[in-house]
């Protein structure tokens, strides 16, 4: 079982910064994938970024890809989002997800944060 909660949501105007971070609690953090997924007003949950258990593999949506960068300590047992050159359609409730290695289907991954929200004005 893994526990997950989201910190460093915020409003930012479009073009700046955020680094959203994700602390789990479980001895097994270590083991699993950690993923970012975002879910708009309106609209279905979508993934933004995976890495995987060592963090040596990382994917994103091409939506994000060069804005964007996920990490990881397992030594801490948290998982970061670092978001540049933001935009108004980033704007989103940001969910971290933890499971073994899975792809980009939301309903794939077993555990997930209540979400921080990510505010870009334009």
């Known amino acids: ?3 997950l909660v989201e910190s460093g949501g915020g409003w930012v105007q479009a073009g700046g ?3 959203l971070s994700c602390a ?3 001895r097994t953090f270590s083991r699993y994938a ?3 997924f975002r879910q708009a007003p309106g609209k279905e949950r979508e993934f933004v970024a995976a890495i995987n258990w060592s963090g040596a593999s990382t994917s994103y949506a ?3 890809k060069g ?5 990881r300590d397992n030594a801490k047992n948290t998982v ?3 978001m ?3 935009k108004a359609e980033d704007t989103a409730v940001y969910h971290c997800a933890a499971d073994w290695d899975t792809g980009p289907e939301p309903a794939l991954w077993r555990y997930w944060g209540q979400g921080t929200q990510v505010t870009v004005s334009s």
């Open 1 to 3: 079982q893994v526990q």
């Open 24 to 26: 789990a609690s479980g």
């Open 80 to 82: 970061s989002l670092q």
């Open 34 to 36: 950690m993923g970012w």
């Open 84 to 86: 540049n050159s933001l």
């Open 62 to 64: 091409d939506s994000v």
């Open 67 to 71: 804005r964007f960068t996920i990490s």
């Open 17 to 19: 910064s955020l680094r």
